[in-house]
């Protein structure tokens, strides 16, 4: 398994889109980030810091994967049950694919029933909705007032 067989397998799974965040992390959302969506998993760009890859597992599993050796609690988000894959070769690829298919239908479980609602439209309604709520979204930013040096 790699960066972009991750990739391609996380952007197969429903809903989903992706951004890079952080400056050298490619971040998976189940749904646009802009209408609600949350992030289920996230790799990174480049060869630095820690890890390969980042996934949700919900709090049941945690523990579980722990326990494989070269899977740690993932910095800054252990407390909402994330792990951190050290290196390619602690799963198998079907296991990374099963590990990541679980995160992304515990993230879309989660999310507030209108935003389950949107992502269940036809595609045509739901990227008329999206684009509209980003331009409301940068609206919103650009009003806001800039502070003072």
């Known amino acids: 398994?790699?960066?972009?067989?991750?990739?391609?397998?996380?952007?197969?799974?429903?809903?989903?889109?992706?951004?890079?965040?952080?400056?050298?992390?490619?971040?998976f959302w189940v749904g646009d980030k802009d209408v609600g969506g949350k992030m289920f998993a996230l790799i990174h760009l480049d060869d630095a810091g820690t890890g390969v890859l980042w996934f949700h597992?919900?709090?049941?599993?945690?523990?579980?994967?722990?326990?494989?050796?070269?899977?740690?609690?993932?910095?800054?988000?252990?407390?909402?049950?994330?792990?951190?894959?050290?290196?390619?070769?602690?799963?198998?690829?079907?296991?990374?694919?099963?590990?990541?298919?679980?995160a992304h239908e515990l993230v879309f479980a989660k999310l507030p029933k209108r935003i389950q609602a949107t992502l269940a439209l036809p595609e045509k309604?739901?990227?008329?909705?999206?684009?509209e709520r980003k331009k409301v979204v940068a609206r919103k930013a650009k009003s806001r007032p800039t502070e003072k040096k």
């Open 1 to 27: 398994m790699d960066n972009e067989r991750v990739r391609e397998f996380c952007l197969g799974l429903p809903h989903v889109t992706e951004a890079v965040g952080w400056g050298h992390h490619l971040v």
């Open 125 to 131: 309604e739901r990227s008329k909705l999206v684009q």
């Open 57 to 102: 597992c919900g709090a049941e599993r945690f523990q579980e994967l722990l326990e494989f050796d070269g899977i740690i609690p993932a910095p800054y988000m252990a407390r909402a049950h994330w792990v951190t894959v050290e290196r390619w070769d602690v799963l198998r690829a079907r296991q990374i694919e099963d590990e990541l298919r679980a």
